[in-house]
């Protein structure tokens, strides 16, 4: 079965500076990656996934992802971290489960903290 | 608006007691899944559908049970077997494609 794992539980950054929140993978095959970030007792917005092509993947608000194939990881990164980028990130890869079916095995998550 | 919504945003439950969660999408996702959140453990998979009247036990399925009657909606039932129910529940969809799922605003179950 597929599996990812965040080993950090938090991760803090002075605003301004550059983030990473790290997200390891196990699978058989080619993995499909996503990462995705929760604001307090929200659902889970997404924002970027890699399927195939580029090892460095572009997502929403400013985030990228390095996909790297030798190191079986998929590092969630931003440039210049904002306050508001504060959150829990989670990073997922889907899974095919019986009769040909899919689903998304997601990490314990990593909560961002930027400070001001 | 294209979505998916989940109702109630909060639930109390008394001990003993069924409780049904409601998830209701529209947009046209073949994939349905409801995901459980406690603190610490990530999301852990209940239940989920790839298609009508179809559905798959996830990792920790005992204690709750669905319905796919309709492709806009699955429900998902809290039973009364289900021994530490108290947890914020997630509902997503997703086409059958290589795609994101998308996620509703979520349901805080709290056993009184």
């Known amino acids: 079965a597929q599996s990812v794992a965040q080993p950090e539980d938090q991760v803090n950054v002075a605003e301004g500076n550059p983030l990473t929140v790290k997200c390891t993978y196990s699978?058989?095959?080619?993995?499909?990656l996503f990462w995705y970030v929760q604001y307090p007792n929200r659902g889970l917005q997404f924002l970027l996934k890699?399927?195939?092509?580029?090892?460095l993947v572009k997502g929403s608000y400013g985030f990228e992802a390095e996909f790297n194939k030798s190191q079986t990881s998929f590092h969630l990164k931003k440039p210049s971290a904002l306050v508001s980028d504060s959150a829990l990130y989670f990073c997922?890869?889907?899974?095919?489960?019986?009769?040909?079916?899919?689903?998304?095995?997601f990490g314990t998550g990593t909560r961002l903290k930027v400070l001001a | 608006d294209g979505g998916i919504t989940q109702s109630p945003k909060y639930l109390f439950r008394k001990e003993g007691q069924n409780v049904t969660l409601s998830c209701e999408q529209n947009?046209?996702?073949?994939?349905m899944y409801w995901y459980r959140q406690d603190p610490g453990q990530g999301l852990r998979l209940i239940y989920y559908?790839?298609?009508?009247?179809?559905?798959q036990k996830g990792d920790i399925a005992e204690g709750y049970s669905v319905s796919r009657e309709k492709k806009e909606s699955f429900p998902l039932t809290v039973t009364s077997a289900q021994k530490n129910p108290t947890a914020f529940y997630l509902c997503?969809?997703?086409?059958?494609?290589?795609?994101?799922?998308?996620f509703g605003q979520g349901t805080r179950l709290t056993v009184v």
């Open positions: 997503a969809s997703s086409i059958l494609a290589n795609t994101e799922a998308f």
């Open positions: 699978v058989s095959g080619n993995p499909y």
């Open positions: 890699y399927i195939t092509g580029d090892n």
């Open positions: 997922a890869v889907r899974d095919k489960g019986t009769s040909g079916t899919y689903k998304y095995i």
């Open positions: 947009l046209n996702h073949d994939a």
């Open positions: 559908s790839q298609i009508v009247n179809d559905f």
